[in-house]
């Protein structure tokens, strides 16, 4: 068995990692009533409902990398990055974790790396 190509399997784990840490602090802002009072403005729902739309391109970019690994390398990789984004996120403040500012940063790293993944895929 040969190992899976280490550039595209870092930046696939790298994705599944930003988005699994980015689904877990926008899934703390629905339903609406738990929301922070920032997000309930109108600014604060552009800045959440475009993340979650950036955050839908993305993961298209990860499903294409997917393609170019084996299932075993996809099934591990992104199931390691999965588990290991609630150890990560738990020692970040709540304040960061439930306003804009992780929604952005989360899902700028996502894009960040999906634009480096366009590299491997084309």
């Not at 068995?1 to 550039?7: F, R």
């Not at 980015?22 to 609406?32: C, E, I, K, M, Q």
Request: aromatic share 8%.
């Amino acid at each position: 068995m040969a190992l899976p190509p280490a550039g595209e399997l870092s930046i696939f784990m790298g994705l599944i990692l930003a988005l699994s840490l980015y689904a877990l602090v926008v899934s703390g802002h629905f339903p609406a009533e738990f929301r922070n009072p920032s997000l309930k403005t109108a600014g604060g729902k552009t800045v959440l409902w475009s993340t979650i739309a950036a955050a839908s391109l993305v993961a298209i970019a990860a499903i294409a990398v997917a393609r170019l690994l084996p299932l075993y390398a996809t099934i591990i990789g992104g199931g390691a990055m999965v588990l290991l984004a609630p150890l990560l996120l738990a020692p970040l403040p709540d304040s960061f974790v439930n306003g804009r500012r992780a929604l952005i940063a989360f899902a700028a790293i996502a894009l960040a790396l999906a634009l480096l993944a366009r590299h491997f895929i084309s």
